[in-house]
């Protein structure tokens, strides 16, 4: 059974840290291209960042880039996103994606979806 479980999300305050984890299982992560959406209440989701299969191409939206890291450990079947510097503006629910085709991910249409992780971030 293919799965994809986020865990890392939490309360923190501007200027933070938080590093969120994608934990795949049923199959192996290192052949597909894996993104990180996110999703905050009565907006659209977001497209936040993106590693391709292969290379390792990373894609980072604009109002992340300089402060998020997407990385992936085939070792461990799991691909993390590691948040700095957050802002109120990336409260949201984070989730995890996967697909064959790095187009899929590009286009915010992966297959495979986790079940999202809450982040917060207030003072």
């Known amino acids: 059974q293919v799965q994809l479980v986020e865990s890392g999300g939490g309360l923190v305050q501007p200027g933070g840290s938080l590093r969120l984890s994608c934990a795949a299982s049923?199959?192996?992560?290192?052949?597909?291209?894996i993104g990180w959406f996110r999703q905050a209440p009565g907006k659209e989701r977001e497209r936040v960042s993106c590693?391709?299969?292969?290379?390792?191409?990373?894609y980072y939206a604009d109002s992340v880039k300089g402060r998020f890291t997407i990385s992936r450990d085939n070792a461990k079947n799991t691909v993390y996103l590691q948040m700095n510097s957050l802002k109120p503006e990336d409260t949201a629910d984070y989730y995890c994606?996967?697909?064959?085709?790095?187009?899929?991910?590009?286009?915010?249409?992966?297959?495979?979806w986790g079940q999202g992780t809450q982040v917060t971030v207030s003072s």
């Open positions: 994606a996967a697909d064959f085709y790095t187009a899929s991910v590009i286009a915010g249409t992966p297959r495979y």
């Open positions: 590693v391709s299969k292969g290379d390792g191409t990373t």
């Open positions: 049923g199959f192996t992560l290192d052949y597909y291209s």
